[in-house]
């Protein structure tokens, strides 16, 4: 009896060892096409704050698009935002056109040109016809052409108190 208990022993125990390397190959062609997955999913990265990508312009209303919008400059950096030309084909056009050129101006830049914008929509003859003319007579300057026009605007209007 014992004579046979040794052999089943290690037949059992061949047979185990056997299927482990069954598996084994199993698991290897089953971790495979999890690894390619792995590898063709994009990998996240952890960016520090001065690495992140510039924010996109911070609006306070979306309202009607004949308005100006309220926004506020999202570089940290001087930037080259007031360069930049406005299209004011269309109220949409100078939203999304003030909108780019936040997003690559500084709050303080910005706020010059929103300020140049606001003068020239109340003290100017294209801001009285509402606007839309006023957006036309925008069309094609740069925001600092835009801080320049109010600005001598300004000079014109004082000159003409004196």
Not at 93 to 115: G, H, K, N, R, V
Not at 120 to 125: A, E, R, Y
Request: glycine share 6%.
């Amino acid at each position: 009896m014992k004579k046979l208990i040794v052999p089943i022993a290690a037949t059992f125990f061949l047979v185990g060892c056997g299927s482990d390397d069954q598996d084994e190959a199993a698991n290897e062609v089953e971790t495979a096409p999890a690894a390619e997955q792995t590898e063709q999913q994009p990998r996240r990265e952890v960016r520090r704050r001065s690495e992140q990508e510039p924010q996109e312009p911070t609006r306070t209303t979306d309202a009607d698009p004949r308005r100006l919008p309220h926004l506020q400059g999202a570089a940290e950096v001087d930037g080259h935002g007031l360069t930049m030309i406005v299209d004011g084909s269309s109220p949409e056009a100078f939203q999304q056109s003030l909108e780019l050129i936040a997003s690559d101006s500084t709050d303080e830049q910005y706020q010059q040109l929103d300020s140049a914008i606001r003068d020239l929509q109340m003290n100017s003859p294209e801001g009285w016809g509402g606007a839309e003319a006023l957006f036309r007579s925008l069309d094609g300057m740069t925001g600092e052409e835009i801080i320049e026009r109010a600005a001598e605007r300004r000079r014109q209007s004082r000159s003409r108190q004196r």
